[in-house]
């Protein structure tokens, strides 16, 4: 019956957080956002009609936000949700609509700054045959993504209800971005799920759409135009900055960062430890695992299912057939040690490992093929120390292997793939060519002094020029809000800060200029 669920939420419920969507720390944050925003000095130029997406509770309060400010930059906001809590968990239609009208209660006090609307009611139009393949691609990743798996079951419940909600979102988006066109579509991430959906219809409509998301440094955002952000395009920058050699400073801040990824220890703004133990040398790695004065090929695994591992496949229909290829391919090679360290951050995750991938082909190891896993008190870096040959898919240790002089091949698309740095095959026959290459003559295929400073230079360029400033990261929202409110960001202060990214958030060109990197 028409409006049950909503009645029941409101009499029976009292208007509480329901099924996992709890925005009550967002309700109390509107109120002064809204008048923040209103007392704000009004635009010099027109604003842009822009369209931003959400769902998910910590989604949801971040873009909130960030409307809010684009609001008061002078910019028409369009803010369009669905009532989701989590992504793998199905409702039935009683549910959802609860924890609409719960969503549509705390957005409201966002009005008239935002103009709030739900995608929760979807026409059911036909999409076209491009659009379906590509939402056909990504709930394939989206099963990868949240089983971290890269074989999937398109029969499986899972499949169907990720089919089934992005289609929706998609015909949602299909309608009212066809009906309103907007100028831009912004959308977190933009690879996966829901987001993934709005990205596909906005750009098949030719509209212009900005994805975005956060890295490991506080203050700094990631964000692309008119492309999938973590594919972590670097084309631009590379292009305008790449010739640009790095002065005193410059060499000197990545060196310090270098340092402190191979020791483990936090610095500047970056908020994660890349390494649970402390450095303690490649001799010592060497006499832990028992390697001899053999040659040493380290393989640096990503975690299976990781976003930035989805959809880069060259040559390989997967980062799970390369693991097993490569590792077989050394199984005659006795003269060759093959170290496979299994990456750090899989210790947090629930899928399969690397180690179950090995063994699936192997399961006894040779002698001289090893495994290091998540949890054994081994430095990446030290293995790095002792290598011959670097082998990776997407890892950013490739590119800290070129820069430690370690010739590496790069099997998947990666940022910093065709360089200038690394071994970039096109197939599996000049996969394994230049694999045998290599393995014969390991010091005549090693990285020259211009490549080693190459790799330097680009690792400036990606960790530093490559995020701008953002006040708010998602992870640190709390705190950055705290540090950053909004009537900071909108004084004089936040916009000599921050105005050139919130420019680019709303669709305008990036400057890539000499004088970001300073």
């Not at 609307?117 to 379906?132: G, K, T």
């Not at 790069?410 to 360089?419: D, F, I, P, S, W």
Request: include cysteine.
């Amino acid at each position: 019956m028409p409006l049950t669920a909503e009645a029941y939420w409101l009499l029976r419920q009292r208007g509480q957080p329901t099924g996992g969507v709890n925005l009550e720390a967002l309700r109390r944050q509107l109120p002064r956002w809204q008048a923040e925003a209103k007392s704000s000095p009004p635009a010099q130029t027109p604003g842009k009609r822009i369209l931003v997406f959400t769902m998910l509770n910590y989604w949801t309060t971040h873009t909130a936000l960030l409307s809010m400010a684009l609001a008061a930059l002078g910019h028409q906001v369009t803010l369009a949700y669905l009532p989701y809590a989590r992504w793998q968990t199905p409702l039935s239609r009683f549910d959802l609509r609860r924890q609409g009208a719960y969503t549509r209660s705390v957005l409201r006090a966002a009005e008239p700054t935002l103009q709030v609307v739900s995608f929760l009611e979807a026409p059911q139009v036909p999409l076209p045959d491009v659009l379906n393949s590509a939402l056909e691609t990504l709930t394939v990743q989206d099963v990868q993504y949240t089983l971290q798996v890269e074989e999937i079951d398109p029969q499986s419940d899972l499949y169907r209800l990720r089919w089934a909600r992005n289609l929706h979102a998609a015909r949602a988006a299909w309608v009212h971005l066809g009906h309103t066109r907007p100028d831009v579509v912004i959308v977190p991430n933009g690879s996966i799920l829901e987001f993934g959906a709005l990205y596909q219809v906005a750009r098949y409509l030719g509209i212009d759409a900005v994805t975005y998301e956060f890295g490991e440094q506080r203050d700094r955002i990631w964000f692309a135009k008119n492309a999938q952000v973590m594919r972590q395009e670097t084309d631009a920058l590379w292009q305008a900055l790449g010739d640009t050699p790095l002065d005193e400073t410059e060499t000197q801040r990545v060196r310090a960062l270098f340092t402190a990824r191979r020791k483990g220890s936090l610095w500047e703004n970056f908020a994660r430890r890349w390494q649970g133990v402390p450095s303690e040398g490649g001799e010592q790695a060497r006499a832990t695992l028992g390697l001899d004065a053999r040659p040493m090929v380290l393989l640096a695994a990503n975690v299976i299912g990781d976003s930035l591992t989805l959809g880069r496949q060259v040559f390989s229909q997967s980062m799970t057939e390369w693991l097993q290829r490569t590792v077989q391919a050394f199984v005659n090679r006795p003269q060759v040690q093959l170290v496979v360290r299994i990456h750090p951050g899989e210790k947090y995750t629930q899928g399969p490992s690397v180690a179950d991938v090995v063994h699936e082909v192997l399961p006894e190891l040779p002698e001289h093929i090893h495994l290091v896993a998540a949890e054994d008190p081994v430095n990446t870096y030290d293995l790095v120390q002792i290598a011959d040959l670097g082998l990776v898919y997407t890892t950013t240790v490739g590119m800290e292997m070129a820069m430690s002089g370690v010739p590496v091949i790069v099997a998947g698309y990666t940022h910093y793939r065709g360089r200038g740095f690394t071994y970039d095959p096109q197939s599996w026959e000049a996969y394994f060519a230049t694999l045998e290459d290599i393995l014969e003559r390991p010091h005549d295929f090693g990285p020259s002094r211009e490549q080693v400073d190459l790799a330097w230079r680009y690792a400036y360029r990606f960790f530093f020029d490559y995020p701008m400033p953002f006040p708010w990261h998602l992870v640190h929202f709390k705190k950055d809000v705290e540090a950053w409110p909004l009537s900071r960001f909108l004084n004089p202060e936040g916009q000599a800060a921050f105005s050139e990214t919130f420019a680019c958030l709303a669709g305008a060109p990036r400057k890539w200029t000499r004088s970001q990197s300073q």
